[in-house]
T-cell receptor
Framework: EPEVTQTPSHQVTQMGQEVILRCVPI?????FYWYRQILGQKVEFLVS????????KSEIFDDQFSVERPDGSNFTLKIRSTKLEDSAMYFC?????????FGPGTRLTVL | GIQVEQSPPDLILQEGANSTLRCNFS?????LQWFHQNPWGQLINLFY???GTKQNGRLSATTVATERYSLLYISSSQTTDSGVYFC??????????????FGTGTLLAVQP
């Protein structure tokens, strides 16, 4: 069964460094999402992406964040200058109809 | 914005017991999904259930959209059922983005 994949599974970085989180959505899906979950909290929407552009972003998704679909398969989330509070699990999701399918997540630790 | 509340917040069961988890939402929704977050942090799709009842093995779910709630039933619980259960809703009229708003979660621990 097709699934969403994410790499790396765990990333440790120093405050102020740039990180790129990568996702490969399910191949025929058209809508792509990033969510994050701070430890012990609920999952929060960051951004949605459709037809090669952002369709909605949350208040969390400030100028430090960007998304890109550089080719037909990858979907990336870049954090330009990481802060301690960016430490969280980041989930990629995709959908074609109504149900969203989530990847296994990337645990980002900012030191 | 829409509020998505889950109850109970925590639940401890003995293996073999049954349980019901509840999700209440404060506004009309297009879609509702249930997820299981396992101890490794992965979100596993359980049900896509905007209305009606579905069953998958020992799990079943019912959504009554007109009354703004959904229930997840776990029967004959196993230790592997442990983790956090989230419901997530998509707001009616929320536009093409169809973002999911997650509930507060129920932490389930099944003891052998």
């Amino acid at each position: 069964e097709p699934e969403v994949t994410q790499t790396p599974s765990h990333q440790v970085t120093q405050m102020g460094q740039e990180v790129i989180l990568r996702c490969v959505p399910i191949s025929n899906h058209l809508y792509f999402y990033w969510y994050r979950q701070i430890l012990g909290q609920k999952v929060e929407f960051l951004v949605s992406f459709y037809n090669n552009e952002i369709s909605e972003k949350s208040e969390i998704f400030d100028d430090q964040f960007s998304v890109e679909r550089p080719d037909g398969s990858n979907f990336t989330l870049k954090i330009r200058s990481t802060k301690l509070e960016d430490s969280a699990m980041y989930f990629c999701a995709s959908r074609i109809y109504n149900e969203q399918f989530f990847g296994p997540g990337t645990r980002l630790t900012v030191l | 914005g829409i509020q998505v509340e889950q109850s109970p917040p925590d639940l401890i069961l003995q293996e073999g017991a049954n349980s019901t988890l509840r999700c209440n939402f404060s506004d009309s929704v297009n879609n509702l999904q249930w997820f299981h977050q396992n101890p490794w942090g992965q979100l596993i799709n359980l049900f896509y259930i905007p209305s009606g009842t579905k069953q998958n093995g020992r799990l079943s779910a019912t959504t009554v959209a007109t009354e703004r709630y959904s229930l997840l039933y776990i029967s004959s619980s196993q230790t592997t059922d442990s983790g956090v259960y989230f419901c997530a809703v998509e707001i009616l009229g929320g536009g093409a983005t169809n973002k999911l708003i997650f509930g507060t979660g129920t932490l389930l621990a099944v003891q052998p």
